[in-house]
């Protein structure tokens, strides 16, 4: 497990978070459509926190995105680097997510993020930060829909309809599993929002969440229960 010091010049208040995400939210990459589902490396990070110890976990999971086997797996512990901000989670998570993806012996892929990207109130999520700061393809698939709207996708899986701001779609609600609760794909970096949805459905042949993020919440809680004996 890689451990993580909060970074020199890391944000301490809201209003220099805020001001990260306005400069580095023009250098989101949205006219590509991404690698192509079912091909090369998929990985899940995800975050666990100690908060009464203050120390933060990440893990990232690669998976095979044909077979769904894991490929390769790395944990980072920290100290919790941001306060608890709605919409500012991303700087409570970066440092121990960057650290973990730097840990894994090979190429993450496209990567997964338990949050959201361009469903965001400043239209940059984790996913979104994420893929402006590693260069890679993101999207963000949440269990929630924010502070968004949508009209109730069909019940079969693959279902599907706009998440809205106003007239703007900043994602999808989509069904993963017949008459289950849906998840909410939104474009990180470098992805489609078609494409987007096409891996998660890929990555949810039985359950609700993806792979990746089932994988990597489960090394994330094996992490921090490791981390805080």
């Known amino acids: ?7 020199a010049g890391w944000p301490a208040t809201e209003e220099q978070a805020r001001a990260v995400q306005d400069e580095l939210r023009g250098r989101v990459v949205l006219g590509e ?3 192509p589902p079912g091909t090369g490396h998929v990985t899940g990070v995800d975050v666990a926190y100690d908060d009464e110890r203050d120390v933060v976990v990440a893990a ?23 306060p608890y901000v709605p919409g500012l989670l991303a700087f409570r998570e970066l440092p121990t997510v960057l650290a973990a993806l730097d840990a894994l012996p090979c190429a993450p892929g496209l990567v997964v993020c ?10 940059f999520g984790l996913a979104s930060h994420l893929g402006v700061l590693t260069g890679l393809p993101t999207i963000g698939v949440a269990k929630n829909p924010f502070t968004f ?9 693959g279902s599907a ?17 017949d ?12 992805v489609s929002l078609d494409n987007a949805c096409a891996h ?11 792979e990746s993020t089932r994988r990597a919440d489960s090394l994330c809680g094996r992490a921090l229960r490791k981390a805080t004996p």
Do not use: C, N, W
């Open 149 to 157: 709207s949508y009209e109730e996708p069909g019940a079969r899986r």
């Open 1 to 7: 497990m890689t451990t993580v010091r909060i970074p």
């Open 200 to 210: 998660t459905l890929a990555l949810t042949p039985k359950y609700r969440l993806p």
């Open 60 to 82: 990232a999971v690669v998976l095979d995105a044909a077979t769904l086997d894991v490929v390769a797996e790395a944990t980072a512990v920290g100290q919790v680097s941001f």
């Open 33 to 35: 459509p991404g690698p």
């Open 179 to 190: 008459g289950v609760k849906p998840v909410f794909v939104s474009v990180g970096h470098r």
């Open 114 to 123: 338990d949050g959201y990207g361009l469903a965001h109130p400043r239209r």
């Open 161 to 177: 309809s706009p998440l809205v701001a106003g007239q703007e779609e900043v994602g999808r609600a989509l069904r993963t599993q």
